[in-house]
């Protein structure tokens, strides 16, 4: 019999022991030692001890086996100290040959552990956070094999959901249970979607845990599990379908993104050997969701936590398929706020959009996929907001508040009445903007502003009517590529090229080629792993190095617009090899044309996106190769500053309304109308009314701004003196000042421009 490993009776059997100890009628304290002695003979552990955290965040000792019973309920642990501590600060196990030899390792005298070498340490997992620590431990020296540190993760897994439900402990043994106060109360969060709502908090609630977690006929829980993972992403495909209709472009990704981990090899994997381990597949689903917690946690990387949420709610979703739950039973009331943790893409879309009026989250960011969902949907989000969920009981009057990124909690009668008049403001706002939606962008002084949009799919076309715009100053053509399954062919991507052009009709389109790799990967397109995808191969870049698919995207788009002007430009282009390798192939694709005698292009335009800072001293050599050029300024400033602007821990460290920013605006505004060169803004500073008034001040006469920001913008223009403007302008550009924001606003007022 292996020292320190199961005895032949196995996991499940042991499993059934402490469940059977666990449900017996002795004093709790006495099923918690029967439990420990259980487990040492089942392992063959000459210690086993478990340690629950209390209010304070201290670990203590509840019970023991092979350590003195006297240190029960009295040694304690502070976060972080000796092995345990380091086991719950890590939440994940911890397997040692020679603990004593451990930098962690703290010895406490009154335990009696000093002869014991070998140690094995499992946290104790509920909603991702350590709740307690199971030890095993051996005199001889001697690791733990994985199939040992298999077996105690599934045993701290039943005892964690044991522990957290109160069946073993009573809660208020544990912890001090916080009960939401009813006073009014304001909480500072951050803005993820614009707006302003008040309604009744609906709790987004994570399904309950599971209540069977050991499986009867392993096959039968195999076979359940592999037809709810079939169900889930049938109900995730159903939502594509109909988000077709109400969402496109990055939203639109998001969810097809979303899909994807659905589909992620890694999660499924973990999956299944749960599920083989004896647990039933609501137990497994509950593991693999606290493990994923767990790691995630730890990563420093903001996107990688970011897809935590993405797994965390594939998870919930999975256990409501294997509950046998329907989407959208919930009923709302007709103001429902909703308030989670988190959320992702597609539970936000299972609520009824008519009756669903605001969410507040505890966590997240701005570029989160419930965020980015929120914004498309354009209902008003407030994130950030810790310990929200503590503060708040079910039907409680809040205000959201996406312009401040404050929430009320139920609020005063005369801070609701103040927040009432904000919104009428708010409406009659929108309807001037309606009005503002056929009227010329020309400013006070006769200067004529082209106003575009952005795009990303063919139902993004409606916003071109909704909102008054000229044409599309940016369309995203990757995400056909994203919610495929397989490589679009030649002929669905002209498909799709020929209706945008047939939509837009007179107006003019500008197709940006693929810009893939990053974080936009394509499940049918093999890629390498990236220490740093923002800046590897992406773009033009991946485009060139494969040069197959960005031809016969070429291809695609002069044939759509064959008889009719094409205007096509290569984002990220960093030198100006990369523009002429670019350019060569599309007048290879115009050769091969014209030897089969298909029509080309009336007229054809070839571009380039100004995002890498690198173009800035090489302005004189690029321009004149190319018909226009577009400043992506997202990418541009988080390249420039070094900074990325979905991070939430350095994305306020520099403002694009900066010295450096606007100087290297001007420069390449300057560059262009020296060479006769059309350039247009299509990042976000284009669809903010007090950013897009810096760029007229620079002399930019072509915008592109997300539908959202057309209305606001339009109204800008049409109140701005550009000449009075300008000169003001040049004297912030000198500034030695980290931003000029607070200058230009009060430039603004100087001058009553509308911002």
Known sequence: M????????????????????MAGAAPAQERLDMVVRTIAQSMVAEVCSIYLRRASGELELFATQGLNPAAVHTTRLRPGEGLVGEVARSASPISLSDAPSHPSFAYRPETGEDPYHAFLGAPLLRGGRAIGVLVVQNRSERRYDDEEVEDIQTIAMVLAETVASGELLAQDELRDIEVAPHRPETLKGQRFAEGLAYGHVILHEAPVPPENLLADNQQVEEIRLREALIGLKANIDSLLDGGQGKLAGLPFEVLETYRMFADDRGWNRSLEEAVRTGLTAEAAVDRVRNEHRARFAQARD??????????????????????????GERDLPD?????ARNLGPAD???YPRHKLKGLLLEEGSAASHAAIVARALQIPCVGRLMGLRDRLSEGDLVIVDGETGETY???????????????VVRSARQAEFTKLRDVPAVTLDGTRITVLT????????ENLDATGAEGIGLFRTEFQFMVSEELPRLTSQTALYKLVLDTAGDRPVTFRTLDIGGDKVLPYLETAREENPALGRRAIRLGLDRPGLLRLQLRALLTAAAGRELRVMFPMIATVDEFRAARELVDVECAWAKRRGRALPALLRVGAMIECPSLLWHLDALLPLTDFVSIGTNDLFQYMFAADRTNPLVSDRYDPLSPPALRALAEIQRKCTDTG???SVCGELAGKPLEAFALLTLGYTRLSAPAE??????RMILSADLTAARRGMANLLGSSAGSVRGELESLARKLNVTI
């Open 409 to 423: 909690l139920r609020p005063r009668p005369d801070m609701l009445a103040a927040v009432q008049s904000r919104m």
């Open 677 to 679: 060169t059309p350039v």
């Open 302 to 327: 903001p996107y990688i936590k970011e897809r935590l949420h993405d797994f965390e709610d594939l998870a919930n979703r999975l256990l409501r398929v294997l509950a046998g739950d329907k989407p």
């Open 335 to 339: 103001d429902a706020i909703l308030v």
């Open 2 to 21: 292996p020292v320190g490993g199961l005895t032949t009776r196995g996991p499940r059997n042991l499993l059934r022991q402490i469940r059977e100890a």
């Open 348 to 350: 936000l879309l299972e």
């Open 709 to 714: 920001g057309v209305g606001p913008v339009k």
């Open 454 to 461: 952005n795009a990303g799919l063919a139902v993004d076309l």
